[in-house]
């Protein structure tokens, strides 16, 4: 990544959240050339990550700030492993942005070649990965050591298919990484089944792909303030025990802002008179009672904007397609082809993985062939 926010510059490289710690000891954090500790920093790589990492999990990170002389004190700390800046709220929003816009494409995901077309010179970038992370144990060693790297492609949405298709290679050129999968079927009822165009078995989570898809549009529509809502003809009335309906008493306003049209009853009830269109079905009463846990949680500890991503999380969750549901060849295919257009595709909003993928060589030596 290499981004520059209110005259701050953030340039080095992340990793995919297949890769995460017990603790935030991954990330390495320059500033001038100078190695140092900052909790702060460390949590706006956590918080760019979007609920791409399971609760309790950190990232790794190597990553280089350029601040202006006169914004950062390096003289606070005997070692000097510690600096103060004048504006830390920029450069956190500095981290955080280029984290943030460098994970959203998911550019990890890609089709690898056939086996018999691979370039030469995987061992050497495998090394020259490891010596980035070497080199930034040693301090600033690590600046030189970035220079041969070069961004990922990044995947672009996908694109009306031709009247005639072309083979499965050519037409994955001009689709995104989900776009570009031939759907097989549904395994277990639960995962889609996928060729890649090198080949490889690609194995989607019907649930966590879907929960990514829905959050996604559910925020996107919160942040715009055009959330679809769908107005019930008989607005259900949902009772919660008292605790609970205490709590979702509270969180009414937060519940509101969310699209869901919930007024008390009387008691411990609540009558839901309108939800986001894309909740159709969703079972009110264990959906309420979700977000009526969620929403007293993050009043204790999460800030505004967290606590809202956790009660979409929590929408999301309830409206997706279950495991052992069957899905029709249509549903999957309208699936794969809407994740490409959406952040963080790679996960869900939970930090499950959505996609497994089986490489055709390593296919081909458990069966004998290689």
Known sequence: MDATRAEVRVHGVVASPDHSAAT????????????IRDRGAAHAVLR??????????????????????????????PQKLEVRFT?????????????????????????????????AGAAELLDDAASVLAAARRGTEARAALGPFLPLPVAREPEPPPAFAPPLEAAAASLGYFGSLRYLGQHARTYLLCEAPGGALVIVDQHASHERLLFHRLREGWRSRHLEVQPFLVPPVVTLPPATARALEAALPEVRRL?????????????????????????????????????EQAGRTAAV????????????????????????PEEGRALLDGLDAVDFKARCPHGRPVVFELPLAELERRVGRR
């Open 305 to 328: 904007e967290q606590a809202v991503d956790d009660l979409l999380a929590t929408m999301a969750c309830h409206a997706a397609v279950r495991a052992s549901e069957e899905v029709s």
């Open 87 to 119: 504006d830390p709220r920029s450069v956190y929003d500095a981290i955080h942005g280029a984290v943030a816009d460098a994970l959203r494409p998911a550019p990890w995901l890609r089709h690898r070649p056939r086996p018999e077309t691979s370039p």
């Open 24 to 35: 935030s000891r991954g990330v390495y954090l320059f500033v001038n050339g100078r190695y």
């Open 259 to 295: 699209g869901l049209e919930v007024d008390p009853f009387g008691g411990d009830s609540f009558a839901v008179k309108g939800a986001p269109a894309l909740l159709a079905g969703v079972a009110m009463q264990p959906l309420l009672a979700d977000l009526a846990q969620q929403a």
């Open 48 to 77: 760019a990550f979007g609920g791409s990492l399971p609760a309790g999990r950190h990232p790794a990170a190597v990553l280089f700030l350029e601040v202006p002389l006169e914004r950062v004190d390096v003289n606070v700390h």
